[in-house]
């Protein structure tokens, strides 16, 4: 069975489109080509995303929100593939 990431190098990516995958499709080189074009993504993260918080942005737990952030990679290897921060919305 192919792994479904290579998916992403099928992709036309869209200038300014928002893409929602699911976690199978976390690959951290392969986002980080995606965004350079100022194209947008969504996903799941895995259980095991090795991460450090920047900032906690505010926000309203009544709406079902339980945490808005800003992270950086933290493991080495994703780090280097991944190095800009990224947004991390927990509902």
């Known amino acids: 069975m192919q792994n479904t990431v290579y998916a992403l190098d099928l992709f036309d990516v869209e ?39 920047v900032n906690a942005l505010k926000i309203n737990k009544s709406t079902g929100l339980r945490c808005d952030q800003i992270i950086k990679l933290k493991d080495n290897k ?11 919305v927990k509902f």
């Open 15 to 53: 200038k300014d489109a928002f893409y929602i995958m699911d976690k199978g499709y976390v690959d951290f080189e392969r986002l980080f080509n995606i965004e350079k074009n100022a194209v947008f993504f969504i996903t799941r993260a895995r259980i095991n995303l090795s991460f450090v918080r």
């Open 78 to 88: 994703s780090s280097k593939l991944y190095p800009k921060k990224l947004r991390r």
